[in-house]
């Protein structure tokens, strides 16, 4: 087939194959327009082929993104910095860049986390980073402590049982997200922190929805782990941020005003650098939460027979919310609800310990929690019954084997006999009528369905057999396994990118969505 390719005012036609992949295209045009790219160790420059407004990718088909005879795709260079690392995310299977100059491998790693927390939504006391020989990074050290240079792989981990939950956060599934939760009370409530938080950063509205009506705020921190809460002190400085500052960030509107709406007071909180949304939302240029959040502190809170300006009443609220801390605090019940740990829960220091965050998934835990809970909960006869069977075992003969003897015929037939007769004298047993007249029999718990006796013709359905389902199960579950997506996932993914191609309808982006699945399917076979 023929098409056409516009590059810097030209346009030639190249006569091509339908199955002609994206990368060899490249080729050709660069062979065609002698395009030469230079090579510089901070600016990566390469060609890009687009087609309905979405840019193509090296391995996709042609025909597989409905480019036909006679299309015209444009191809441009473009140049971007080439990044300084990259960062392997154990919850998405990811790789992310941290672009930057070599610079950057004098910062702290502190900052490194601050950089990486806002690239992947996840907050900085979920996830830990190290090297992939398992040293881990602690906040407190620089980058060259480490040895790490240009183009070095870091690893992001997350809490041991975390994967399948944070899996579910960062796609906004709400039934996941509920299913996976810790069965400790003072780690769930955390969990759920977490979970906003990423909803905050990513814009999925319905499980922010649903963890405020759980009673989570958006005006609290997500703070650290309760296994570290007594090493609060030296916890990261973003882990005092709120998922109303994280909305602001990511500019997600919609969050913004679901928070807002819930709670009003959420205008006035603050980040750990002192700065509240409206000033948060000015500092990274977001004119719609700029615009939005202005005209809510300008709004006025209609009291009984009294209106009262927004800044006004949300001070009030500021001065009675310090009152009733302190009034908690004299009475010495504000400083012990702030620790909620309890005697024999767990304590992690950093270096001291095993670390608990090597992305390890729900089964496995499950399994060594299952094993120690059944050693456990395993009793003890009392100390006379294990005297008794103690002499029991004391004074057993060895087990004996009966001899083997020899059988006539006779006796065998007769043998045969008895058991039908006692198959028959166990299935005898009362019987009851219906209002039809029809007859059940009642053999213990079970009741059997009716017995017809009619000769008529009943037509044939045909159905998918249980083997049939099987063999679907066993292929759904291979496709996980190789493609390391499930079904579902894969054409989330296969969707998101037709979605790309804004210039072509609806219908034509899932066909393309279409082939896509379908050629992962057959790739694999």
């Known amino acids: 087939m023929k098409v056409f390719i516009y590059f810097e005012g030209f346009c030639e036609t190249f006569d091509i194959p339908p199955d002609q992949t994206v990368g060899a295209m490249k080729q050709m045009v660069k062979e ?32 597989d993104v409905g480019i036909t005879s ?16 990259h960062v392997f995310n154990a919850v998405t299977g990811e790789s992310l860049p941290v672009p930057g100059s070599e610079a950057l491998l004098h910062m702290s790693v502190a900052r490194l986390k601050t950089m990486v927390s806002m690239q992947s939504g996840l907050p900085v006391s979920a996830f830990r980073l190290s090297v992939f020989t398992d040293v881990q990074l602690y906040d407190c050290n620089q980058l060259q402590d480490y ?87 030296t916890a990261h400085r973003d882990t005092g941020k709120c998922p109303i500052h994280v909305a602001v960030e ?57 209106p009262m300006p927004v800044r006004i009443y949300l001070q009030m609220k500021h001065w009675v919310s310090l009152g009733q801390k302190r009034a908690a605090s004299n009475r010495c019940q504000y400083v012990s609800a702030s620790f909620e740990a309890r005697v024999g829960d767990m304590l992690l220091v950093d270096g001291f310990n095993q670390p608990q965050m090597s992305s390890k998934s729900r089964k496995a835990e499950t399994k060594q929690r299952r094993g120690i809970r059944a050693k456990a909960l395993q009793r003890l006869p009392p100390i006379s019954n294990l005297l008794s069977v103690s002499h029991l075992h004391s004074k057993r003969a060895p087990p004996h084997l009966p001899s083997l003897q020899s059988v006539k015929p006779g006796d065998f037939k007769e043998t045969q006999k008895k058991r039908k007769q006692d198959v028959k004298h166990r299935n005898d047993g009362p019987l009851y009528k219906t209002k039809e007249g029809d007859i059940i029999l009642c053999r213990g718990k079970f009741t059997l369905p009716p017995v017809t006796r ?50 072509k309808p609806w219908m034509k982006q899932l066909s393309i969505a279409r082939t896509l699945i379908r050629k992962h399917v057959h790739s694999m076979a």
Request: proline share 4%.
């Open 32 to 63: 065609r327009f002698l395009v030469q790219l230079s090579d510089d160790k901070q600016v990566w420059n390469y060609l890009e082929l687009s087609y309905g407004g979405a840019a193509l990718q090296d391995s996709w088909a042609l025909s």
């Open 147 to 233: 040895a790490i240079g240009v183009g070095a792989t870091l690893r992001l981990d997350t809490w041991d049982g975390w994967v399948e939950f944070l899996q579910g956060c960062v796609l906004g599934h709400r039934l996941t997200v509920q299913s996976h939760l810790s069965d400790d009370r003072i780690v769930m409530r955390f969990q759920l922190r977490v979970a906003l938080y990423i909803a905050a950063s990513l814009g999925h509205l319905d499980l922010a929805g649903w963890l405020l009506e759980r009673g989570v705020h958006a005006e609290e921190p997500v703070g650290v782990h309760p296994y570290r809460q007594w090493c609060h002190q």
């Open 70 to 85: 006679g299309s015209t795709l444009r191809c441009l260079i473009k140049s971007e910095p080439r990044p300084v690392m």
């Open 454 to 503: 009619e000769n008529i013709p009943k037509p044939l359905f045909v159905g998918s057999s249980q083997k049939s389902s099987n063999i679907l199960t066993a292929s759904l579950e291979s496709f996980s396994q190789h493609c390391g997506r499930t079904p579902r996932e894969n054409a989330i993914y296969c969707l998101s990118i037709a979605s790309t191609f804004t210039e």
């Open 250 to 306: 990511s500019s997600q509107l919609l969050i913004l005003k679901l928070f807002i709406t819930k709670n009003l007071l959420t205008l006035a909180c603050r980040d750990p650098a002192g700065c509240d949304p409206l000033k948060i939302a000015i500092k990274n240029g977001h004119r719609d939460c700029v615009r939005y959040l202005a005209n809510k502190l300008c709004s006025v809170v209609s009291l009984p027979n009294m």
